[in-house]
């Protein structure tokens, strides 16, 4: 589980039936969702991409050393 596809909601509704890792305060207070998991419920959504930079999503986002460690590899 990560929250490396994390968004920030900024209009719209968007469902996440499958999310297990999102801290609720998260979810409410700061739009974030996830889009591996989300589900449109508008028509219409605006989301801000990159909030897994985020500082209350730190701990949620998978670190990148194993695939650069691959990608020098080839």
């Known amino acids: 589980a990560c929250a490396n596809c ?3 909601l900024k209009s719209g509704e968007i469902a996440m039936p499958g999310d297990h890792i999102l801290p609720d305060d998260v979810v409410a207070e700061d ?3 996830l889009t591996c998991v989300g589900v449109p419920l508008t028509e219409r959504v605006q989301l801000v991409y990159n909030a897994k930079h985020e500082p209350e999503l730190d701990e949620l ?3 990148p050393g ?3 460690a691959r990608a020098r590899g080839r």
């Open 31 to 33: 739009g974030v969702r």
């Open 6 to 8: 994390a968004v920030i």
């Open 66 to 68: 194993p695939f650069l």
């Open 61 to 63: 986002r998978l670190p």
